[in-house]
């Protein structure tokens, strides 16, 4: 609830230049009280009391009833002139609020965790984009600020008017999804990467990819998802590896995207985020874009930003023991050398759900290395494809905990195309 103050003001008899002026040097300040069908009526209000209630802060976003002669106006303050030289206020206006009435205002922002996030202990700064929110509220429900909690940002990362949860009743007046706060890099960091993609392309990258992640069930927020491919620095994968079989659970988690039609992606958490629903649950996609055995940073970010649990995160993983084309899900397990496995348990335990994409083995231990890493074969695409419009068109199923009937639903689905005999097993 709004706090109402008090204000006393007098009565001003005359209008126009010389009696405004009259009123200056009488230490007031000339003002108007209109709105609310009523006729307008001129006053005066205390020079130093104004001048401190200005300097206080909100000013325009206080209701405030004033006391002219006995009688109180419920108003707010709608604007007030300065001198340009001297910063001593002119004029002000009040609008009249009715009982009931629907105000729009402009809010002030407020940073909250700057020093929790990731980028500022990097050396990042705090940048803030965007000082006041435009809203549309009841007189009663003006908040006299908005909180924008930056604990989950990293160097170059940006905080959205959508990342924002506004107040019941309260609806922002912005028509894009403007940019509050970023973290600004310090000096030096571009070189930094240009370094470390230096360091990248003479082959000092892992060599396997992590794992593509999708919404869990029954999170309270959002369940964040996860795929990526090997590439080191803040960008989506190197196009060499956009068809990689180490890559299926990245492409997974982008036809998830496309199908659903989830806001564009955009670079947060060591990674990028799209945001969305499947089957009324609001999902949030996360392709981390970290080096391959640091992918569980992202994650943990993610998790730690919309405080979930393990066991609300869901990853999509390729799967060497599984034949092309068959998906297992399952929850918690071993990692079987799976490097990114290995380190998102190592940041949020070993509880999540994996959905396993089978893409075969080559048969002999000591080719493995190169067929992960080898692009998909062209008489696998058909199969790839019609895998990731499957898991797509099912993925609801997984948002609402259905992890047996999505198992079960993408293998008749991949049957029906002809990629598997009638009478294969689907739901083990």
Known sequence: MATVKELKATARPQSGKG???????????????????????????????LRQRILAGRFLTTIYDIDLEGKKHRVIPRDFHLDPVRDFPLHV????????????VSVPLRIQNAESAPGVKRGGAVNV???????ECSVDNIPQYIEADVSGLEISYSLH???????????????????????????????????????????????TAAPGAAPAPGAAAAA?????????????????????RHNIGFTVVDEIARHHGFAPWRRRFQGETAEGTLDHER??????????????????EAANFFKLAAGDITVFQDELELPPAKVRVK????????????????????????????????????????????DFAKDDRPWVEALRQAIADNAGLLATGRDSTFQNKV??????????????????
């Not at 009488?26 to 205390?46: K, M």
């Not at 206006?93 to 729009?104: K, Q, S, V, W, Y």
């Open 129 to 135: 984009v965007t000082h006041t929110i435009d809203l």
């Open 161 to 207: 008017l959508s990342d924002i949860k506004l107040p019941p009743g309260v609806k922002s007046l912005s028509r894009e999804d403007v940019t509050l706060v970023t973290i600004v890099p310090p000096s030096g960091y571009a070189e930094e990467l240009k370094a470390a993609a230096a360091a990248a392309a003479a082959g000092t990258v892992a060599t």
């Open 93 to 104: 206006d009040f609008m009249r609020l009715g009982e009931g009435a629907t105000i729009r």
């Open 331 to 374: 929850v918690g397990g071993g990692i079987a050398g799976h490097n990114g496995l290995r380190s998102i348990s190592s940041h949020i335990g070993n509880d999540y759900r994996r959905v396993r994409l089978g893409i075969g083995h080559p048969g002999v231990k000591e080719l493995v290395h190169s067929y992960v890493l080898s």
């Open 224 to 244: 964040p998802a996860a795929g990526a491919a090997p590439a080191a620095g803040a960008k989506a994968p190197a196009a060499k590896y956009a068809n990689n």
């Open 19 to 49: 009696a405004a002026r009259a009123e200056r040097r009488a230490g007031r300040v000339p003002g108007v009280i209109y709105g609310n069908n009523q006729p307008p009526v001129t006053i005066s209000v205390d020079d130093a009391e």
């Open 411 to 428: 293998h008749l689905a991949m049957q029906a195309k002809g990629f598997f005999e009638k009478g294969e097993e689907g739901d083990k």
């Open 283 to 300: 999902v949030i996609l996360l392709r981390p874009s970290t080096f391959m055995n640091e992918s569980g940073r992202a994650v943990q």
